[in-house]
């Protein structure tokens, strides 16, 4: 720091004037330091140096610390664009894939053990991927959509296999690993804290996985990825009760819709348990388009932060897997960007981390300047900048204001309207009940009415035969038994002589009411209830009646056979007799009639009256409920604005704060407190770089570097080479020779790295985090201290770096290569004296005291972090 | 769930374990809480009174309930041992526990477990956790939930969870889950110290002192660059480290009189029950101690007189010895197995593994001394009362801790419950 020139600060200047067209033009790189800028008008930290950078970049894409050599050799460059050129060279190195394999396989698998696959293949499959830069697209569909049936490409199903294919443990890692949002606790109900997190949305990942299982039906063969042909999701929260059915789905996005029948490509067979069936439609394949078309924000979103991270060490969400709105990026603007452009650039992940790589927002030293140098510019942005934010909060203040306003009005409405609501469903359901009652009368008024039609025309067909033989008999017997025959006929008491009786329902059409014609009009058709009901009172007591009119009432057919020898008089007199009876059962069944029509009539002004209470009540639900509406509308409309309003007056006082605590830390009094808020919020929004822990590998393989096991390692493995090989001179000279020793060479390397692989345990052991658990946790224990304490191994490696320095010429010598080899810098003055005691302390055994200083420099914050 | 995160920079997360007291340097100056300091009865009492622990008896492999706590003599199920009476008037168990009889006044009995997983590992794991195991979340382990749940934050170097057996890493593993490496149990392989805790020959002690002085020197000299909470939880992580070293003797029972040596025994079992007493006695909250192994397929009976009676002897001296130093009253002491033993005796005189009716002994901290919760029927085969699974176990092991097992663990931000929330603790079993 402090050689390089902070030139950023114009840069941006100069930037913020452009059109947003030449913005869009600038590489990625550019454009990001560009938002990183205008968030940072109090200025950043300055450049980092040669000696950090070249640190920090190794670790970011090697995953280890340079060499002392190559530190050296880039010192020495003196070339301007020497970071750039390195980067590229980092990135063509095969390396890169390597590190890049073990970063991805961490974080898609978490150190599962190894129940179903081996870690290696799949290892060396991701490795492979990265070394043919295959798109993050590509390889999460090839992820997601593995069955592990084929032997060679079985490891490929490592990520569903290790989560025993489990749709719940698929699910919470689809969302934590390719969409950043850990729903796990919205597997049973929303989640509590999370607003963004719906148990909908969890069931719309789940349905994907829904039919998948783990295919394992003879325990000693391994086990492969299955797939039903049905089987649906449901949820219902544990909390609300509510529930439902869900489609495949990704979160905010649209149901797919599954062309799936239930039909199998292989159906399966229960005389062969070993065949597996397969779905003609897959839901897993339905997920890999849904997610492998790269289209979904948050798929884009995550992968950019991952990649982010995967450079800067830190996301510009954190944690990864916890994107929503109330834990908002630290710079949005810049992880906009970001999604929208590793889709453009079609997730070619290389080239994205090439331009993360090549920005000055990675190239910012952990040190902060004494003074932010954008101070004296945010001096006279600051009234400016706190007048508009006190502004935006004022707005934002009344419109939070008028937000609790209208939500009070909202449910003030509601509460008032809630009375005459409730009032109405108490009417309707007295309505209801009138009718009923009507309803119930209607019934016996009917039967009453359809016998009283029987009497009726049993009457008159009596009637007309008492005639017929009247006549007769007049004509036999012409005199004097005259006058007694009209007389029945004429006079029946109680029978009406209407030729045509009224029999026609005598239900009063009760007028339709507005609010329920359809069930007036079905009360109104309905045709009358089988039979009356025995406790039917009115029905009860009819039955005697007409049953004893029945039984008095000679049936009228069967009645006018008179024998053929019983005198027109005679038949006469019998035939009076039975008009009498049935002119009393039609009498009868009148009465009844009439009881029964008074008894429902009496009903009908009940309902009437029900219903206009209950029209009139209606009336005035509908007026509250129009109001209730646009009430709602507005409030929907102003909570959108609301939450706008909210992000910006937030943003806003994020940025007044962010640069009054720059002046706080600028001022003279040294203010601690503010220079350590600036040192994290910068770091957080990557103004300043941030110290961050190395992950157990970059651990293990610096140690290794540092003490020159790797070194030692790379020369063995030449050896083993020139010793099979037995290159001449000539062939040492040979260029094309030489390439193919250093490729062999490469070769070797592999089994280098089988070597320090068996290093890496009792780090990954020590500092790695619990297998399945998130691996990004910092913790320190005394395990590991003691590890490196009394484990012996870092000990052993202290010491073989120690041996080959201390046959250097002079101690200035051996404390820079030492500094060089462990820290990737050369050691300061007091350093330099500290070496020069110490050995001068201990001048018999110099090899020892530079082991105990070797080891106490690896086992220093300096190397346990990046910075 | 996740124990911290980078974001999170408040020194709560980042220390570890209990947070060491001292400065960066010069911690030998210190002597540590909670060691050494109950050479007497009276001073052990003192402590009781403010820290529970907890003492887990595993019998591995599955001991059988009709060999022990459940006999069912003169059944066809029975088997060939006897019931004898105990100090609980009324309460009988097997013959092959004559010493344990005798202590039965301060423990209690749960006889019917109804777990139904007749299998190693998934019983292991349902007694461990005191959840079913599910592919979607992975649970911490008995140890780890008490180790944290009676963490009070002292400023003890020493783990909080401590597994005694005969064999293991003698590292730390990585069985707290989401309640992170701080409560990870840390195993005494053999009943050896932790690993590393011992210098090597080929290091001279002057070779570390002159190291670590060198690390001290060039920690604090980045301090003034930068530092945070990460950055001293790492320097401090050493400090805690020479300190274990220092306190290695609480590991060592050789420290122990040679009559409580001889009263535990020279076996494997013996030596870490001792060792048990030695490390709650030194303020440790969690130790499992094993004894291995009860997975008698074959002549099950020969087997369990012989490993029943070996776990008689230690277990009822330990249980004396926790009463009569004032430490049964804070300490909680549970012998469980991951199942029980099936009733039907197989052809080869042996019981298979079984889930469905079984029983486990345990007492101490918050039990009531001398209950008997739920039965089995005649022969053993089914719970004829009271049926209790491993999550009523899980809680009520938290409850008679003091520690409200309905409680949620907060979990950076997220709330987490200490036991499966579908069970709730025994109630009638507690204090």
Same mark, same amino acid.
Request: include cysteine; aromatic fraction near 6%; charged fraction near 25%.
């Given at each position: 720091?402090?050689?390089?020139?902070?030139?950023?600060?114009?840069?941006?200047?100069?930037?913020?004037?452009?059109?947003?067209?030449?913005?869009?033009?600038?590489?990625?790189?550019?454009?990001?330091?560009?938002?990183?800028?205008?968030?940072?008008?109090? @200025?950043?930290?300055?450049?980092?140096?040669?000696?950090?950078?070249?640190?920090?970049?190794?670790?970011?894409?090697?995953?280890?610390?340079?060499?002392?050599?190559?530190?050296?050799?880039?010192?020495?460059?003196?070339?301007?664009?020497?970071?750039?050129?390195?980067?590229?060279?980092?990135?063509?190195?095969?390396?890169?894939?390597?590190?890049?394999?073990?970063?991805?396989?961490?974080?898609?698998?978490?150190?599962?053990?190894? &129940?179903?696959?081996?870690?290696?293949?799949?290892?060396?499959?991701?490795?492979?991927?990265?070394?043919?830069?295959?798109?993050?697209?590509?390889?999460?569909?090839?992820?997601?959509?593995?069955?592990?049936?084929?032997?060679?490409?079985?490891?490929?199903?490592?990520?569903?296999?290790?989560?025993?294919?489990?749709?719940?443990?698929?699910?919470?890692?689809?969302?934590?690993?390719?969409?950043?949002?850990?729903?796990?606790?919205?597997?049973?109900?929303?989640?509590?804290?999370?607003?963004?997190?719906?148990?909908?949305?969890?069931?719309?990942?789940?349905?994907?996985?829904?039919?998948?299982?783990?295919?394992?039906?003879?325990?000693?063969?391994?086990?492969?990825?299955?797939?039903?042909?049905?089987?649906?999701?449901?949820?219902?929260?544990?909390?609300?009760?509510?529930?439902?059915?869900?489609?495949?789905?990704?979160?905010?996005?649209?149901?797919?819709?599954?062309?799936?029948? @239930?039909?199998?490509?292989?159906?399966?067979?229960?005389?062969?348990?070993?065949?597996?069936?397969?779905?003609?439609?897959?839901?897993?394949?339905?997920? /890999?388009?849904?997610?492998?078309?790269?289209?979904?924000?948050?798929?884009?979103?995550?992968? /950019?932060?991952?990649?982010?991270?995967?450079?800067?060490?830190?996301?510009?969400?954190?944690?990864?897997?916890?994107?929503?709105?109330?834990?908002?990026?630290?710079?949005?603007?810049?992880?906009?960007?970001?999604?929208?452009?590793?889709?453009?650039?079609?997730?070619?992940?290389?080239?994205?981390?090439?331009?993360?790589?090549?920005?000055?927002?990675?190239?910012?030293?952990?040190?902060?300047?004494?003074?932010?140098?954008?101070?004296?510019?945010?001096?006279?942005?600051?009234?400016?900048?706190?007048?508009?934010?006190?502004?935006?909060?004022?707005?934002?203040?009344?419109?939070?204001?008028?937000?609790?306003?209208?939500?009070?009005?909202?449910?003030?409405?509601?509460?008032?309207?809630?009375?005459?609501?409730?009032?109405?469903?108490?009417?309707?359901?007295?309505?209801?009940?009138?009718?009923?009652?009507?309803?119930? !009368?209607?019934?016996?008024?009917?039967?009453? @009415?359809?016998?009283?039609?029987?009497?009726?025309?049993?009457?008159?067909?009596?009637?007309?035969?008492?005639?017929?033989?009247?006549?007769?008999?007049?004509?036999? &017997?012409?005199?004097?038994?005259?006058?007694?025959?009209?007389?029945?006929?004429?006079?029946?008491?109680?029978?009406?002589?209407?030729?045509?009786?009224?029999?026609?329902?005598?239900?009063?059409?009760?007028?339709?009411?507005?609010?329920?014609?359809?069930?007036?009009?079905?009360?109104?058709?309905?045709?009358?209830?089988?039979?009356?009901?025995?406790?039917?009172?009115?029905?009860?007591?009819?039955?005697?009646?007409?049953?004893?009119?029945?039984?008095?009432?000679?049936?009228?057919?069967?009645?006018?056979?008179?024998?053929?020898?019983?005198?027109?008089?005679?038949?006469?007199?019998?035939?009076?007799?039975?008009?009498?009876?049935?002119?009393?059962?039609?009498?009868?069944?009148?009465?009844?009639?009439?009881?029964?029509?008074?008894?429902?009539? !009496?009903?009908?002004?009940?309902?009437?009256?029900?219903?206009?209470?209950?029209?009139?009540?209606?009336?005035?639900?509908?007026?509250?409920?129009?109001?209730?509406?646009?009430?709602?509308?507005?409030?929907?409309?102003?909570?959108?604005?609301?939450?706008?309003?909210?992000?910006? &007056?937030?943003?806003?006082?994020?940025?007044?704060?962010?640069?009054?605590?720059?002046?706080?830390?600028?001022?003279?009094?040294?203010?601690?407190?503010?220079?350590?808020?600036?040192?994290? !919020?910068?770091?957080?929004?990557?103004?300043?770089?941030?110290?961050?822990?190395?992950?157990?590998?970059?651990?293990?393989?610096?140690?290794?570097?540092?003490?020159?096991?790797?070194?030692?390692?790379?020369?063995?493995?030449? /050896?083993?080479?020139?010793?099979?090989?037995?290159?001449?001179? !000539?062939?040492?000279?040979?260029?094309?020779?030489?390439?193919?020793?250093? /490729?062999?060479?490469?070769?070797?390397?592999?089994?280098?790295?089988?070597?320090?692989?068996?290093?890496?345990?009792?780090?990954?052991?020590?500092?790695?985090?619990?297998?399945?658990?998130?691996?990004?946790?910092?913790?320190?224990?005394?395990?590991?201290?003691?590890?490196?304490?009394?484990?012996?191994?870092?000990? @052993?490696?202290?010491?073989?770096?120690?041996?080959?320095?201390?046959?250097?010429?002079?101690?200035?010598?051996?404390?820079?290569?030492?500094?060089?080899?462990?820290?990737?810098?050369?050691?300061?003055?007091?350093?330099?004296?500290?070496?020069?005691?110490?050995?001068?302390?201990?001048?018999?055994?110099?090899?020892?005291?530079?082991?105990?200083?070797?080891?106490?420099?690896?086992?220093?914050?300096?190397?346990?972090?990046?910075? | 769930?996740?124990?911290?995160?980078?974001?999170?920079?408040?020194?709560?997360?980042?220390?570890?374990?209990?947070?060491?007291?001292?400065?960066?340097?010069?911690?030998?100056?210190?002597?540590?809480?909670?060691?050494?300091?109950?050479?007497?009865?009276?001073?052990?009492?003192?402590?009781?009174?403010?820290?529970?622990?907890?003492?887990?008896?595993?019998?591995?492999?599955?001991?059988?309930?009709?060999?022990?706590?459940?006999?069912?003599?003169?059944?066809?199920?029975?088997?060939?041992?006897?019931?004898?009476?105990?100090?609980?008037?009324?309460?009988?168990?097997?013959?092959?526990?004559?010493?344990?009889?005798?202590?039965?006044?301060?423990?209690?009995?749960?006889?019917?477990?109804?777990?139904?997983?007749?299998?190693?590992?998934?019983?292991?794991?349902?007694?461990?956790?005191?959840?079913?195991?599910?592919?979607?979340?992975?649970?911490?382990?008995?140890?780890?939930?008490?180790?944290?749940?009676?963490?009070?934050?002292?400023?003890?170097?020493?783990?909080?969870?401590?597994?005694?057996?005969?064999?293991?890493?003698?590292?730390?593993?990585?069985?707290?889950?989401?309640?992170?490496?701080?409560?990870?149990?840390?195993?005494?392989?053999?009943?050896?110290?932790?690993?590393?805790?011992?210098?090597?020959?080929?290091?001279?002690?002057?070779?570390?002192?002159?190291?670590?002085?060198?690390?001290?020197?060039?920690?604090?000299?980045?301090?003034?660059?930068?530092?945070?909470?990460?950055?001293?939880?790492?320097?401090?992580?050493?400090?805690?480290?020479?300190?274990?070293?220092?306190?290695?003797?609480?590991?060592?029972?050789?420290?122990?009189?040679?009559?409580?040596?001889?009263?535990?025994?020279? +076996?494997?079992?013996?030596?870490?029950?001792?060792?048990?007493?030695?490390?709650?006695?030194?303020?440790?909250?969690?130790?499992?101690?094993?004894?291995?192994?009860?997975?008698?397929?074959?002549?099950?009976?020969?087997?369990?007189?012989?490993?029943?009676?070996?776990?008689?002897?230690?277990?009822?001296?330990?249980?004396?010895?926790?009463?009569?130093?004032?430490?049964?009253?804070?300490?909680?002491?549970?012998?469980?197995?991951?199942?029980?033993?099936?009733?039907?005796?197989?052809?080869?005189?042996?019981?298979? +593994?079984?889930?469905?009716?079984?029983?486990?002994?345990?007492?101490?901290?918050?039990?009531?001394?001398?209950?008997?919760?739920?039965?089995?029927?005649?022969?053993?085969?089914?719970?004829?009362?009271?049926?209790?699974?491993?999550? +009523?176990?899980?809680?009520?092991?938290?409850?008679?801790?003091?520690?409200?097992?309905?409680?949620?663990?907060?979990?950076?931000?997220?709330?987490?419950?200490?036991?499966?929330?579908?069970?709730?603790?025994?109630?009638?079993?507690?204090?």
């Amino acid at each position: 720091m402090g050689t390089y020139l902070h030139l950023s600060f114009l840069l941006l200047a100069a930037l913020l004037t452009s059109t947003l067209s030449s913005f869009a033009a600038q590489p990625l790189h550019r454009q990001i330091d560009a938002l990183i800028a205008k968030a940072h008008p109090e @200025g950043q930290a300055g450049l980092v140096d040669d000696a950090d950078y070249l640190r920090r970049v190794y670790l970011a894409l090697h995953g280890v610390i340079p060499s002392a050599d190559k530190a050296r050799e880039f010192f020495a460059d003196k070339a301007p664009d020497k970071r750039a050129k390195l980067v590229d060279a980092l990135l063509a190195d095969a390396q890169l894939a390597r590190w890049m394999a073990v970063s991805f396989d961490i974080m898609l698998m978490e150190r599962r053990p190894e &129940a179903h696959t081996k870690s290696q293949p799949w290892r060396d499959w991701l490795e492979e991927s990265f070394k043919a830069n295959k798109p993050w697209d590509a390889l999460v569909r090839e992820i997601v959509t593995a069955d592990g049936v084929d032997e060679k490409t079985r490891h490929i199903a490592r990520w569903l296999l290790e989560r025993q294919a489990d749709p719940n443990a698929l699910t919470k890692d689809v969302g934590r690993v390719f969409l950043g949002r850990d729903v796990s606790c919205s597997q049973c109900h929303d989640h509590p804290r999370i607003d963004d997190y719906l148990q909908r949305d969890y069931a719309g990942i789940q349905a994907f996985f829904a039919r998948t299982y783990l295919f394992q039906p003879d325990n000693k063969k391994p086990a492969i990825v299955g797939e039903q042909a049905v089987g649906e999701t449901t949820y219902l929260s544990v909390f609300t009760k509510v529930g439902g059915d869900a489609q495949p789905r990704l979160p905010g996005a649209q149901a797919i819709a599954d062309p799936s029948r @239930g039909d199998w490509l292989v159906a399966p067979d229960s005389k062969n348990k070993a065949l597996r069936p397969i779905p003609k439609e897959s839901r897993r394949a339905l997920l /890999a388009s849904a997610l492998g078309d790269g289209k979904h924000p948050a798929f884009r979103r995550n992968i /950019a932060n991952r990649l982010w991270a995967f450079v800067f060490g830190r996301g510009i969400v954190e944690p990864l897997d916890l994107h929503h709105s109330a834990n908002p990026p630290s710079n949005p603007a810049l992880l906009d960007l970001l999604a929208e452009q590793v889709a453009a650039m079609k997730f070619d992940m290389r080239g994205f981390v090439r331009e993360l790589a090549l920005t000055d927002a990675f190239q910012r030293s952990l040190d902060l300047p004494a003074m932010p140098p954008g101070v004296a510019q945010i001096k006279g942005m600051l009234p400016g900048l706190q007048q508009q934010a006190t502004a935006l909060e004022k707005t934002q203040g009344e419109l939070e204001a008028q937000f609790r306003k209208d939500q009070k009005a909202l449910v003030e409405a509601q509460l008032v309207a809630e009375p005459t609501r409730a009032e109405l469903i108490k009417l309707d359901a007295a309505v209801a009940a009138a009718q009923k009652v009507v309803d119930d !009368a209607a019934t016996p008024l009917k039967t009453a @009415g359809d016998l009283l039609k029987t009497r009726r025309d049993e009457h008159s067909a009596l009637l007309a035969e008492q005639t017929k033989l009247e006549a007769e008999v007049a004509s036999a &017997a012409p005199a004097p038994v005259k006058p007694e025959a009209p007389k029945p006929a004429a006079k029946p008491p109680t029978i009406p002589p209407a030729p045509t009786p009224e029999v026609k329902p005598p239900l009063p059409q009760p007028k339709p009411s507005a609010a329920k014609p359809k069930e007036q009009a079905v009360a109104v058709t309905t045709p009358a209830k089988p039979a009356p009901k025995p406790d039917d009172k009115a029905s009860v007591e009819a039955k005697p009646a007409s049953a004893a009119a029945a039984k008095a009432a000679p049936p009228p057919k069967s009645a006018p056979k008179p024998a053929p020898t019983v005198t027109p008089a005679v038949a006469l007199k019998a035939m009076k007799t039975k008009v009498a009876a049935a002119a009393w059962a039609l009498a009868a069944a009148e009465k009844d009639v009439e009881t029964k029509n008074a008894t429902h009539a !009496a009903k009908l002004p009940a309902l009437k009256l029900a219903q206009q209470a209950a029209d009139k009540v209606r009336e005035k639900t509908k007026g509250f409920a129009h109001g209730i509406d646009e009430l709602q509308n507005a409030f929907v409309a102003l909570e959108a604005r609301k939450e706008a309003g909210r992000i910006k &007056a937030r943003d806003a006082a994020a940025l007044v704060a962010q640069l009054k605590t720059a002046l706080a830390a600028a001022s003279p009094d040294k203010n601690s407190e503010a220079r350590e808020a600036l040192t994290n !919020a910068w770091s957080r929004s990557f103004a300043a770089n941030d110290l961050l822990p190395l992950t157990p590998e970059q651990l293990c393989w610096s140690a290794l570097q540092a003490t020159g096991q790797t070194d030692a390692m790379r020369k063995a493995a030449a /050896a083993q080479y020139d010793a099979k090989h037995k290159p001449t001179a !000539a062939a040492k000279a040979d260029a094309q020779k030489q390439a193919e020793r250093h /490729a062999a060479i490469e070769a070797i390397e592999a089994s280098v790295r089988e070597k320090r692989r068996a290093f890496e345990g009792p780090f990954i052991t020590a500092f790695g985090g619990a297998a399945g658990q998130p691996q990004t946790d910092f913790f320190a224990t005394p395990e590991q201290a003691l590890y490196f304490e009394n484990g012996g191994v870092l000990r @052993g490696w202290a010491t073989s770096l120690a041996t080959s320095i201390a046959s250097k010429p002079d101690t200035r010598a051996m404390a820079e290569e030492l500094y060089l080899s462990t820290l990737t810098r050369l050691p300061n003055s007091d350093e330099l004296a500290d070496v020069e005691a110490l050995l001068k302390a201990r001048p018999e055994k110099k090899a020892a005291a530079l082991a105990d200083y070797a080891w106490a420099l690896v086992t220093s914050v300096e190397f346990r972090f990046s910075h | 769930m996740k124990p911290c995160h980078y974001s999170c920079r408040s020194a709560d997360h980042v220390l570890s374990r209990r947070q060491f007291f001292s400065s960066l340097a010069g911690a030998s100056a210190f002597a540590l809480p909670g060691l050494d300091l109950f050479s007497s009865p009276a001073m052990a009492a003192e402590m009781s009174s403010r820290q529970k622990r907890m003492i887990v008896i595993n019998l591995a492999g599955g001991l059988s309930q009709l060999e022990s706590w459940d006999p069912k003599p003169g059944t066809a199920t029975g088997g060939p041992f006897r019931a004898i009476p105990t100090s609980v008037p009324g309460l009988h168990i097997s013959e092959l526990l004559p010493k344990t009889a005798k202590v039965m006044h301060h423990l209690a009995l749960v006889r019917s477990l109804n777990t139904n997983l007749p299998d190693h590992g998934k019983g292991t794991y349902l007694m461990n956790t005191g959840r079913r195991q599910t592919p979607a979340m992975e649970y911490p382990v008995l140890g780890a939930v008490v180790a944290k749940a009676l963490d009070t934050g002292g400023a003890s170097a020493l783990p909080g969870h401590i597994i005694i057996s005969p064999t293991g890493s003698g590292g730390r593993s990585a069985d707290s889950a989401y309640l992170g490496p701080k409560y990870g149990s840390v195993s005494l392989n053999g009943g050896k110290a932790p690993q590393y805790t011992e210098r090597p020959a080929a290091l001279a002690e002057e070779a570390s002192i002159c190291a670590n002085d060198i690390r001290r020197k060039l920690n604090d000299r980045f301090a003034l660059r930068r530092r945070t909470a990460q950055t001293d939880a790492y320097a401090q992580s050493y400090e805690q480290g020479l300190e274990l070293m220092r306190s290695r003797h609480i590991f060592d029972i050789t420290k122990e009189s040679a009559k409580d040596q001889e009263r535990y025994g020279s +076996h494997d079992f013996g030596r870490h029950c001792l060792l048990a007493r030695r490390l709650v006695e030194s303020g440790i909250s969690y130790v499992r101690v094993t004894h291995s192994n009860y997975d008698t397929h074959n002549e099950n009976f020969n087997f369990h007189f012989e490993q029943v009676s070996e776990f008689d002897g230690p277990f009822s001296t330990l249980v004396t010895d926790l009463f009569e130093r004032g430490l049964l009253d804070s300490t909680l002491i549970v012998v469980m197995s991951e199942m029980g033993r099936t009733p039907t005796i197989n052809a080869n005189y042996g019981r298979d +593994h079984w889930g469905k009716a079984w029983s486990i002994c345990l007492g101490g901290a918050g039990i009531q001394r001398g209950a008997v919760i739920g039965s089995t029927n005649e022969t053993g085969t089914e719970v004829k009362e009271r049926e209790v699974d491993a999550g +009523h176990l899980f809680h009520t092991y938290l409850a008679a801790l003091g520690v409200k097992s309905t409680a949620r663990f907060n979990i950076a931000g997220q709330k987490v419950p200490m036991a499966d929330p579908a069970f709730e603790s025994i109630d009638e079993l507690l204090v």
